[in-house]
């Protein structure tokens, strides 16, 4: 598997771990940490037909046994098997809707959730949920850089600049400065009459600044 955000998604999955890989797709990160040992027991699912069909395609050429259910995320699954989730490739709200499916009281100790949008939202909603973001990892592919996220069980809450850019890790330095660049870019092209839109990307900007220091 030469995909680096799956593979960052990988290290956050231990080898006692029984995952839902949530929209599987082709099956890619299951059969990854299936053939390589590094989880105890795995369920791919996916709300399309097609995805699936391709990931047990897959399945079957690494002559691997994975098991694999079409549901719409999370419905029909005995969740009490599972103690971990991974969700990638999705936005925010989806991902939340998602996970709104888990009842309050539930085995799932561990999130690992890549977001394509809304990271501080996804943040905060998930931290409201109980679980507190313990870790990230931060990849650029494709042009685009990635942010995993791994949460875990717990009543503790992050602070407003965790919720805001995430925890400070030096593999997050030119994922900050691009974001920089991004904020600063915009606030020369907006017009001057939008003060409140332009307090946000200034506080933006400073408080990047402050986290790209401490990050190197």
Request: aromatic share 8%; hydrophobic share 35%; charged share 30%.
């Amino acid at each position: 598997m030469n995909s680096k955000r799956l593979l960052a998604i990988a290290k956050f999955i231990d080898s006692n771990d029984n995952l839902i890989d949530v929209g599987c797709d082709h099956g890619y990160l299951g059969i990854y940490l299936k053939k390589n040992n590094k989880v105890n027991d795995l369920l791919l699912t996916d709300l399309r037909k097609s995805a699936l069909n391709n990931a047990i395609e897959n399945i079957k050429k690494y002559q691997l046994e994975i098991n694999t259910l079409l549901t719409d995320g999370i419905k029909n699954i005995k969740i009490k098997k599972y103690n971990a989730i991974s969700i990638s490739g999705m936005g925010t709200q989806t991902i939340i809707k998602i996970l709104s499916d888990l009842k309050k009281k539930n085995t799932i100790n561990k999130l690992v959730i890549q977001s394509n949008n809304d990271l501080d939202i996804l943040r905060s909603c998930i931290n409201n949920m109980g679980y507190y973001l313990e870790d990230e990892i931060t990849v650029y592919e494709n042009d685009i850089y990635y942010v995993i996220c791994k949460f875990v069980k717990g009543q503790k809450k992050n602070t407003n600049e965790e919720i805001r850019f995430g925890l400070i890790r030096e593999d997050k330095i030119d994922y900050y400065t691009y974001l920089i660049e991004y904020y600063s870019d915009i606030l020369k092209k907006i017009p001057k009459t939008n003060t409140d839109l332009i307090n946000e990307l200034k506080s933006n900007v400073m408080l990047l600044k402050k986290l790209l220091k401490e990050c190197r």
